[in-house]
């Protein structure tokens, strides 16, 4: 089992920034795949951001080049970067924590609000 917490958050002006962190606890060695997904009123949860355990990471196109994912892997924890947020960008943030058979573990969220 895998627990996932999440941290950050908030409400930001346009073109602000803020930093989302997730640290999944438990049997952290089952997460091949660490990302973060949004779900806006209405809509369907959303991949922004994820990074495997080789480094490797994909961004969803319209977060591309403002959004930034990371590892640390002494700390066991991911973060998400966001720069110059767009009033698009409000929505509750989800970490996940991706198994090699494509489980997902979720987060509880973390709500970003983006408004003047």
């Known amino acids: 089992q895998v627990q996932v917490a999440e941290s950050g958050g908030g409400l930001v002006q346009p073109g602000g920034s803020m930093t989302l962190t997730c640290e999944p606890t438990?049997?952290?060695?089952?997460?091949?795949?660490m990302g973060w997904y949004r779900q806006a009123p209405g809509k369907e949860r959303d991949m922004v951001a994820t990074i495997a355990k080789d480094g490797e990471t994909k961004y969803a196109h319209e977060v591309k080049g403002r959004f930034t994912i990371s590892r640390d892997s002494a700390k066991s924890t991911t973060a998400l970067q966001m720069n110059n947020l767009k009033f698009e960008d409000t929505a509750v943030y989800y970490c996940?924590?991706?198994?090699?058979?494509?489980?997902?573990?979720w987060g509880q969220g973390t709500q970003v609000t983006v408004s003047s």
């Open positions: 438990g049997s952290i060695f089952v997460c091949h795949v």
């Open positions: 996940s924590c991706r198994t090699a058979a494509w489980h997902h573990y």
